[in-house]
């Protein structure tokens, strides 16, 4: 990828981000967002149409509402299963909707260089597959009279993984920090998945997983069994006041033989008073 960007087959890509907690507010800013840019790129002469991309069905649906106010840019909602499919399709060709709400859709298969505005409303778990997504986006010979991709999203968002988070921190030209991102942590990212997929119940955690931040500090234990026999599930003995605890969460991955085991507690500030 490297090699294609400093060939101009790759050009630097604008990146407009929010920071919403609120999730619902955070969508109906990445839509002004995105199409405060369309218009500034149509009143500079670029040809450009807007994609909103979602997961699923209902999703789209619900975003859709955010952009079809916006009736001189024709957006058009579309998927797998919508009446009308392929016309909606021609129509998107043809130049006819310069905002299009998309589910998974004009992936494989499908190449619109004027697609030069990205809004993510799910934004990918993947790197590698946000990758891809992103080059489609400049992957064309015509892009001098196109000029630069822009892409929205909202850093707030918890399924960020932390590569996108360094990823999307830039604020512009992105195509150095793509390269070393694609060629140093695909791999790193597909092992961590596949770590993470061998635990069966993180998802039940009410302290999201992905959230945690590890302290580069580690505490080892010897153990001390004849026959080193050890029983990773016995680790309530192991934590002094265990059944105390304010919350307590714990998973285990068979596979790698690996538990995680999440806790929290309450505890009083005390107050000093200074003379």
């Known amino acids: 990828m490297k090699k294609a960007q400093e060939q101009g087959y790759f050009k630097p890509i604008n990146f407009l981000p929010i920071r919403e907690y609120d999730l619902n507010k955070g969508h109906?800013?990445?839509a002004q967002k995105a199409v405060e840019k369309l218009r500034e790129d149509l009143a500079?002469?670029?040809?450009?149409?807007l994609m909103a991309r979602c997961v699923k069905k209902t999703k789209a649906a619900e975003i859709f509402k955010y952009y079809e106010e916006f009736e001189d840019l024709?957006?058009?909602?579309?998927?797998?299963?919508v009446s009308g499919k392929n016309e909606i399709l021609q129509n998107i060709i043809n130049g006819k909707h310069k905002i299009i709400v998309a589910v998974n859709m004009l992936g494989e298969g499908f190449d619109l260089p004027q697609l030069k505005i990205a809004a993510f409303h799910d934004i990918r778990k993947s790197l590698p597959i946000t990758l891809q997504f992103a080059g489609r986006f400049t992957r064309t010979s015509i892009d001098n009279e196109l000029g630069n991709a822009t892409f929205i999203a909202n850093l707030a968002d918890s399924e960020a993984e932390n590569e996108l988070s360094e990823l999307y921190a830039q604020d512009s030209d992105w195509n150095l920090l793509l390269s070393r991102l694609s060629s140093d942590q695909i791999d790193e990212q597909i092992d961590f998945d596949e770590f993470i997929n061998g635990f069966q119940h993180l998802d039940n955690s009410k302290i999201p997983f992905q959230?945690?931040?590890?302290?580069?500090?580690?505490?080892?234990?010897?153990?001390?069994?004849?026959?080193?026999s050890f029983n990773l599930l016995d680790f309530k003995k192991g934590i002094k006041g265990y059944d105390e605890l304010e919350y307590k969460f714990d998973d285990f991955n068979p596979v790698e033989n690996t538990i995680v085991i999440i806790t929290a507690s309450?505890?009083?500030?005390e107050w000093v008073n200074y003379k």
Do not use: C
């Not at 500079?44 to 149409?49: K, L, P, Q, S």
């Open 44 to 49: 500079n002469g670029y040809n450009h149409i």
């Open 74 to 81: 024709k957006p058009v909602l579309i998927h797998s299963e």
């Open 211 to 228: 959230n945690i931040k590890f302290a580069l500090s580690t505490v080892v234990y010897k153990n001390l069994n004849p026959d080193n």
């Open 266 to 269: 309450k505890s009083e500030v």
């Open 28 to 30: 109906k800013l990445i």
